[in-house]
């Protein structure tokens, strides 16, 4: 593949890359028709999650796409040019954000063409005009924001997302909710996971639950029928296990099921083709309990997940001497298996923006008793360091020639081992004292995770330990990771923020908070200087390592306790707020460079091959699709329905 290119497309604030699989070809062809079953399932829920982010988003997908279509296969000729290209941009930003809010910023985009321009085109092609639609895209103050995270608000009337239907309130869900609670049972299920609250006919609170049969039943009745090819040739009984008990799962809707299957699915480790498939991450719900739909599919990378059984085999000695307080550590630390995987195929909410880490299951207590599976998605993070040689930004934004030498020497391979920390140690360190609420810190909750997930990391990545087993060349190189992460935290992640707003991502929070709190605490070790262009300089690196070892402690009681005062200070003091000044800054030197902020990637395609017979025989893969050609097959392949 010589002529493999890593960049594709740019648009808006985005980047597409591509991303190779090179483990495909040597799997045996039955594992390449696992693969690519899987895959199709990890395609066929895209609609739900389009339908999750916001009930006007699929509708809206339709008649943009149509008008795609008849502007591609040449119906007008292009007049006017701008609106064209703020047309072809805004339906591309869509797209990719799976809706019509940024997939980061969780802002509505505002068009750049006139309603006037769009509603021709529709009347020309037959479209009649949805009065309701146009509101949607047009006017600013109707849905402007997919999940608001204001403190003080009511966080469901002001989110347009679809986890609950538009007349619920705060309270009652919230309300609704506690009286769900088990605190009393140690094997509680994730409920409200898996359903939209509503009310009935008669104004009662009722789920409607997303199975077959029920909400979401024809994308999840599709999503069987492709498991159910899969577990045909899965690659050994308990991988066939695991896929029929979440067959099992989407039938009923049954979360009791649904935690058997986690379970299962940490169990076995032995296949080289493992996949998610499911209602999987909460951050889309304001309150943080219904899942958003993924799927992707994965390779084990057997040399780099070398580096990641190094870190399980020796969690137990992580878990020892972490500097946390001895209560809320985890006695015997069970089970966490760590690889370094490929994806194969990116579905859902990790579509096209994806994680580059994964540790799942989350439910608290299936992580205590049975573990979880960390990975490291290598090949992405790969062609994201492809996709940054030679782009300016470091040049740009760190403060000398030496410093800017160690990332360079560093930094790639120091970024996986930190991915590594967090997810397969990090997420999985710790427990909560008996009978704490695992939601006690309810929105805060997330940021106060991701903390104590990078603080593990950050804190871990500077001790002699690493180099003991071989995972850093010496003990210089965590220097790097160290300052790229105060420098994002502090600096130029203010780049993703437009201006006039605060820090609302949980992500982006915790980076913020951390590097904000460690530099406060650091006695002038490391500081931001400020002059014509601002910079980061870290003076002492050997004593900032003690203070992130404090502030994890605090963290770990913070969770631990459901200490919900204490997060909500922690993140209100030190992750929210921006410097309107550096912010400014940061955006001018950062626009000079004409980059792209946010990154996702083009699948790859694969192709069944069938014998006399018809029947599928091997798979292979290929990588040239275009972006929109590729969006409008998913819609193709997988049509929508209309929600309500
Ligand atoms: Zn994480």
Avoid at 479 to 490: A, F
Wanted: a negative charge; hydrophobic letters at 35%.
């Amino acid at each position: 593949m010589t002529d493999f290119q890593y960049n594709d497309i740019r648009f808006a604030d985005i980047q597409m890359l591509r991303y190779q699989v090179p483990g495909f070809e040597a799997l045996t062809p039955r594992q390449r028709i696992l693969v690519y079953y899987l895959s199709e399932a990890a395609l066929a829920g895209r609609d739900i999650l389009w339908d999750q982010n916001c009930r006007y988003n699929l509708p809206i997908r339709r008649i943009l796409e149509a008008v795609y279509v008849e502007m591609k296969n040449g119906k007008w000729k292009v007049k006017n040019e701008g609106e064209w290209e703020a047309f072809e941009t805004y339906l591309k930003r869509v797209w990719f954000a799976n809706g019509i809010h940024h997939h980061y910023s969780m802002d509505k985009f505002q068009p750049g063409f006139s309603r006037e321009f769009l509603e021709g085109k529709l009347r020309e092609i037959g479209y009649p005009i949805d009065e309701e639609l146009m509101e949607v895209i047009f006017n600013p103050d109707v849905l402007p924001k997919r999940e608001s995270q204001e403190d003080g608000e009511d966080l469901l009337q002001t989110s347009a997302m679809n986890y609950y239907a538009p007349d619920i309130r705060q309270n009652e869900a919230e309300q609704f909710y506690n009286a769900m609670k088990q605190t009393d049972n140690p094997h509680p299920v994730m409920y409200g996971m898996n359903s939209r609250l509503e009310h009935d006919e008669k104004g009662q609170l009722v789920e409607r639950v997303w199975k077959s049969g029920g909400m979401y039943g024809k994308q999840i009745d599709r999503i069987i029928y492709w498991l159910r090819q899969a577990r045909e040739v899965a690659e050994n009984d308990a991988q066939q296990a695991v896929i029929d008990t979440l067959i099992d799962f989407y039938q009923t809707g049954d979360l009791s099921t649904f935690d058997q299957y986690t379970i299962q699915w940490v169990m076995e480790t032995a296949s080289e083709v493992d996949f998610t498939n499911g209602f999987t991450e909460v951050y889309g719900d304001p309150l943080g309990l219904k899942a958003s739909w993924e799927g992707y599919v994965n390779l084990k990378d057997h040399k780099a997940t070398w580096r990641t059984q190094q870190l399980s085999d020796n969690a137990q000695w992580f878990e020892d001497h972490s500097p946390v307080d001895p209560r809320f550590k985890k006695e015997i630390c069970c089970g966490i298996t760590a690889k370094v995987v490929e994806a194969a195929i990116l579905g859902g909410d990790l579509y096209p923006a994806s994680a580059i880490g994964i540790n799942l299951p989350n439910s608290n207590w299936v992580r205590q008793e049975h573990g979880s599976k960390s990975v490291t998605i290598g090949n992405l993070t790969h062609a994201y360091a492809e996709a940054a040689k030679g782009n300016g930004f470091r040049q740009e934004f760190v403060a000398d020639v030496e410093t800017l030498q160690l990332l360079d020497k560093y930094d790639e391979a120091l970024d996986d081992l930190h991915t590594d920390l967090h997810e397969c140690l990090g997420h999985g360190s710790g427990k909560l004292l008996p009978g704490v609420d695992p939601d006690a810190l309810k929105a805060y909750g997330s940021t106060i995770e991701e903390a104590r997930a990078d603080l593990f990391a950050l804190y871990y990545i500077a001790d002699p330990k690493m180099a003991e087993l071989r995972l850093v060349p010496n003990m210089e190189a965590y220097k790097s990771q160290y300052y790229s992460y105060m420098m994002n935290g502090l600096l130029t992640q203010l780049v993703r923020i437009e201006p006039g707003r605060q820090i609302e991502e949980a992500h982006m929070r915790n980076r913020a908070l951390i590097a904000r709190w460690v530099m406060e605490h650091s006695n002038g070790a490391m500081e931001v200087e400020k002059g014509e262009k601002s910079y980061l300089v870290i003076s002492d690196y050997a004593a900032l390592r003690p203070v992130v070892g404090r502030l994890l402690a605090e963290v770990q009681r913070i969770k631990s306790e459901g200490d919900y005062e204490a997060a909500r200070d922690l993140v209100e003091n030190y992750g929210v707020k921006v410097d309107a000044a550096l912010h400014e800054e940061m955006l001018r030197r950062y626009r000079a460079l004409d980059l792209a902020p946010y990154k996702g990637f083009i699948n790859p395609r694969y192709h069944a091959v069938r014998n006399k017979n018809g029947e599928i025989v091997d798979v292979e893969i290929e990588y040239g699709e275009k972006y929109d050609e590729q969006m409008l097959r998913y819609g193709k392949e997988n049509p929508d329905v209309v929600s309500e």
